[in-house]
Every structure is written in C-alpha cells, then in structure tokens.
C-alpha cells in the first residue's frame, strides 16, 4: 500500500515514528542525513555512522547479513548497572556491596565472554553458568578470585567435583542446589574428595510472577527447593559438617520482568528466607537475585511484555532498600547482592543488518479496457468509478465504501466461479482480481483522508495490510531472530538510511527459509491508542530503487538469538565483527568472526563436501557421454560447486 506524501519529513519524524528516539536511548539515534547513529559510550561522547560503517565493513569483504557488535556497549552496561547499585547503597546507607555476574547462556561467543570478563575486573565480575560446558568456559576464564562462578542447571556427580576441585585453583565457584536429590551427591563428592564447594540454595518462591516467564516462580517452578526442602537440605548439610560451606541464596523471577511490583513481593520473600537460614545457623553472605532485568524493547516504559514499567536505577533501589529492611530489625549483617543480568547487559550491544533482495505486491493499478469484456469486469470497472466518485459527508462515505467493497468481493467470487465452471478464461480471471485489488487500492486511499474520530468498520480497517508489500530479507529468522518466531519477542526493526524521506509503503519481511514462519510480521507501535507499547502487524517502509541498497536494522538482539539460532534450510551463522572505538577518532575493528559457509553447514550434517563433489563429477562426466552436457559446461557447473561450498550461506550481491 502506498501512504501519501502531503508534509514535509524529516529525520526527527522517522525517529518518532519507529520509536528509536525512545528504545534507542542513548546508544542509537537518527542524524540529519537520516543515517542511524551509534553512541557505543552512550552520553559520554563518541559516535559511528552505521551506514557508513556498513560500507567500510563490505569492502573487506564482509557481505551483509552482517552482525555488528560494539563492545563499547558492553562495557557501558556494565558501568551503567554497577553505578546504579553504587548510587542505591549511597543512598540506603547498605553496609554491604554488589557483584554481580553474567550468565554464559545469553551468549556464549568467545569474543562476548572474554570482553566481559575483562571489562568487569575492576569490578570483580564473574560468571554464572548453567552446564558442563558452560562451566569449562567459565573456569578456564576467571582468574580473579574475588570473582564469583555461580554453578546452576543440572549436575552430576562430575559436574559438582569439578566445581570443588576448582575451589583448590582459587576460584571462587558457588554450588547452587537447585534439585532435591543434589544434596546427597554434593555430600557424596565433598567425602569423597576431601574438600567442600560453597554452597548455595535456590529458593521456590511463592511471589506471582507477570508475563511469558511467570512459571519460574511458585510451586510449579522448574528450578529450586520448596521450604520443607529447604530445611530438609539445612539439616543435611548440618548432619554432614557442610552447613558452613552454605554461603548463597539464590532466587528468580523470570526473565524480562516487566512489573517492578513483582520484583519487590520476591525481595521481601527471599529476604525473611535469607534471614533465617542465618538463625538456622548458615553463614550466608550472598544473596542472589537472579536475572529478570527487563529492557524496554519498544520504548513504551510501561509494564507490558516488551518493556517495563522502571528504569535501571528504580531496580537497583528497589534490590537494596528492601533487603536491608528484611535484614536490620533482626540485627543480620546484609549480604552482598548478587544479579545475573544476562539480557540487560548484552542486548543493546549487537546490530543485525540486512538487505532487502526484491519486494511484492498485489496488483493495485487499473488494467487497461479490454474488446468484449465479460459482465462481470464492466461490474467491477463501474464498482472502482462508483469508489473514486465517493466525496460526500463522513457517515455516508464510509457506508457508500463498506458497500462498494461487499460488490467488488461478490464479483470476484462471481468470477471464480465463471472460472471454475470454464465460462471465463484464465486471462479474464487474472483482469478480474486485479480489478478487485484496484477497487481495494482507492478504498484504502479514501479511508486514509478521513479524520482520525472516524468510526470505520473493521472489515475495512483491514484492508491496508491485504495491500501491503512483502519485503524480502536476505536473513534466516530461525538463524538470527529466532525468538521473533519461537515465543513472539519483539525487536525494534528499521531502516538504518532514508530517514530524512517519508516512508511510502506498508510492509512486513519474508526471510530466505522455505518456510511460512520465517517472517518477520510483529513491529513496534510507538503510536499505538493505548500508549501501552502496542503491536502492529506492518511496518513502514520505502518504496526500493533500482540499483539502491536497502539496508534494515535489527537491534536490542544481542541476548539469546545468537546461540538460539538454528540450521533451518541450512542457512548458518551470518559475519560478524567486534569493533570499539578509539581514543581519538573512529573505531577499531578487533574481531572478526566469517559466517558459516556452505561446506560448513553440510559437514554439521555429517555430509562430506568433498563426497558431495565426486557424485557431481562423475555424473557430470556421464552427461558429458550422452551428450547431454558440453565439456566447457560441465567445468563453469563444477567451479560454482567450488565456488558455493567456500562461500557463505545467504545470497551473493
């Protein structure tokens, strides 16, 4: 559908209009040039033209879909969440400290941990980990031993001797009891090995949760002990000498918390349960308060799924001031706090970019008159004269539209049926939608210029998104953006240039999967009636220029989608580099990371490329026998073959 083009638009407008002047704060805003901006320091100074960048970035090579990751942003997170719990200590005068740690499992690239581990020294910053494999990651990284391993997930009987053994190397790893039946083998392994972990159990609150992640917490929970467990465990411990090892609660209330009220009633509960593990006679010290740190994906600051109704700082105040008043009636010293804010620190710092391949659309323009059209085409001929005529009052235009649409429908069925019956060709039936879809086209443009108070059928308010364009995406959602199909996250997604234009079209993405899922069709709403971060099934956009790039960014996905992704269709892992800023000007590029390439893929299927090349040959070979296939023909087949396997997954410009 084509949007009008009546006022003046500026960078400022489009910055309004997909929301970025509110989610995209401070990292990201629109220049006057209506190129997307990338502040990696935040407020503190220092800013990249994403365009720009993408430019450079493809003339070494690097062919979109790109992933840009500024570890700049990394490190201001960090900053930003210890800051705030530095303020809130300030200001409730808590005698304790927080440390926090990240959990491997929003992102386990190398390049991410080890940036993090090395911007959170001087913090003390540590790691939680969830497997086997994320604790080796964990172990063979952190050498402070100030820093905490926070060890969670299932665990055998390996699982837990490692952890204790890597206590005798000075690490600090802190055994979570998240299961009944690990008391038993922590005790088991402690006897056996002579030595102890540190301790910690995860409580089974009975605080509500809100949203998609509200089953993490209460009886259902997957994770944690119920307090009946809980004492159970106590006097295990105390019945083995290991009460002494227990150092840690652990709670959480879900991911993206969206609700802060939720937030307190856990705090409260947890913080009484901390308090008498103490009068039971653990030493305690930490208190872990999970991950749950929302971010405001659609810029609304409101309690709905996709943002939150607090800021960072309200989180931090909130954490403090509601321990230490569990704590301070009853003389306990406060713990040190402990977050595992996996989403609110990495989300931010990744930017996907994409290219458009090509748009679709139905067919909207009048087709011109044909000799001895059938009645039904002059019925919709006088159908879309009857819908341009319409300039009466409001009430009656609306009506005389809803009317002129239910015949524009009837005579399309009636042509189908013709069709059907073989009274109409297939050329006439091709005019007869396509006059259909002009008659759609005029109602949608009327509609468009009636006020805003106007009471318009739903049937009609409908008919923009049956005219809107399909963009298609060279990207795998599966790959890059599979929480956009597995569970409805929203991402703020835009064109990263042409915002100083008004955008002409409405439109929503198809990817490059064979797949009707792989699609992108859920967009933020800034404008949205209940001010609540609505969603919008269509996304405006411009319309593409011959021998022009379109270039779209997704961003706030650096949580999750990196390591979630699949091999859907075999489309593998996109390019990616990690780039910071200098101290003077520009930036520089220290990462790297080439996409997956065609031979890649196949071999994680356990096809062997080079297995794969012979059949090839060799039936290339017996074409070239029948004479089917010429000798320079059967060489150009077998260099693509060559050429595809080195290549990357997506589509070559």
């Known amino acids: 559908m084509t949007l009008t083009n009546s006022d003046t638009w500026t960078a400022a407008d489009s910055a309004a209009l997909y929301g970025l002047d509110r989610w995209g704060d401070p990292y990201f805003s629109a220049s006057d040039r209506g190129h997307v901006m990338v502040q990696p320091r935040g407020d503190r100074g220092g800013s990249l033209d994403l365009v720009e960048l993408v430019q450079e970035l493809q003339g070494r090579d690097l062919s979109l879909p790109l992933l840009i990751r500024f570890d700049d942003i990394l490190e201001d997170r960090l900053e930003r969440i210890h800051g705030a719990f530095e303020r809130a200590i300030a200001q409730y005068g808590y005698g304790g400290r927080y440390q926090g740690v990240f959990p491997v499992k929003c992102n386990q690239q190398r390049h991410v941990v080890e940036e993090l581990v090395a911007c959170g020294k001087r913090w003390h910053f540590g790691l939680e980990a969830g497997s086997k494999a994320e604790l080796l990651i964990a172990l063979s990284l952190i050498d402070d031993p100030e820093a905490l391993l926070i060890c969670n997930g299932y665990k055998d009987q390996r699982y837990i001797e490692t952890a204790i053994l890597a206590r005798r190397l000075g690490r600090q790893p802190v055994v979570v009891i998240e299961q009944a039946d690990e008391v038993e083998r922590i005790i088991a392994a402690s006897q056996e090995l002579g030595a102890a972990p540190l301790i910690g159990i995860r409580a089974k609150l009975s605080a509500r949760s809100t949203g998609r992640w509200g089953s993490s917490v209460g009886e259902r929970a997957k994770f944690g002990l119920s307090v009946p467990n809980l004492l159970a465990t106590v006097q295990a411990l105390r019945a083995a000498n290991l009460l002494g090892e227990l150092r840690l609660l652990h709670f959480h209330v879900g991911s993206q918390i969206n609700d802060i009220a939720v937030l307190k009633d856990a705090l409260q509960e947890a913080g009484q349960i901390y308090g008498e593990l103490t009068r039971l006679g653990a030493p305690m010290g930490y208190l872990d308060v999970g991950g749950g740190l929302g971010i405001d994906y659609d810029g609304s600051r409101t309690a709905s799924a996709a943002s939150t109704n607090y800021s960072l700082q309200n989180y931090a105040n909130d954490v403090v001031a509601t321990v230490k008043e569990c704590c301070a009636p009853h003389g306990i010293p406060v713990p040190t ?317």
């Open 337 to 653: 706090l402990v977050s595992e804010s996996g989403r609110a620190i990495a989300s931010h710092f990744s930017v996907l970019v994409f290219d458009v391949l090509g748009a679709g659309s139905l067919p909207g323009a009048v087709p011109p008159r044909q000799n001895d059209e059938a009645l039904i085409l002059r019925n919709l001929r006088d159908t879309y004269a009857a819908i341009t005529a319409t300039e009466v009052a409001v009430e009656a235009s609306v009506e005389a539209l809803q009317e002129a649409w239910n015949d524009a429908l009837k005579f399309k069925d009636d042509a189908l049926a013709a069709f059907r019956l073989g009274y109409l060709g297939l050329p006439e039936r091709g005019l007869a939608e396509q006059l259909t879809w002009a008659c759609c086209q005029a109602i949608a443009e009327r509609l468009a210029l009636l006020p805003a108070e106007a009471v318009i059928p739903e049937e009609l308010r409908a008919l923009p998104a049956a005219l809107a364009s399909t963009y298609y995406a060279n990207l795998s959602v599966f790959r890059s953006a599979p929480d956009t199909w597995a569970i409805d996250q929203l991402f703020p997604v835009l064109p990263i240039h042409r915002l100083d234009e008004r955008p002409q079209s409405l439109g929503s993405f198809a990817d490059l999967t064979c797949d009707s899922d792989g699609k992108i069709a859920r967009f933020i709403d800034p404008a949205g009636r209940s001010g609540r971060g609505q969603v919008k099934p269509l996304l405006e956009l411009h319309s593409l220029r011959a021998g022009e790039p379109y270039w779209i960014g997704m961003f706030l996905g650096g949580a999750y989608q990196e390591v979630m992704g699949n091999l859907h269709n075999l489309f593998g892992s996109t390019n990616a580099v990690h780039l910071r800023l200098k101290a003077s000007a520009g930036y520089q590029l220290d990462h790297v990371v080439r996409g997956d390439t065609n031979a890649e893929v196949l071999e994680a299927m356990e096809h062997n490329p080079e297995l794969l090349l012979e059949r090839l040959r060799v039936a290339s070979e017996e074409a070239i026998g029948r004479g089917q296939l010429r000798i320079s023909d059967a060489r150009r087949l077998m260099a693509h073959l060559e050429a595809s396997l080195r290549q990357t997954t997506y589509l070559q410009s």
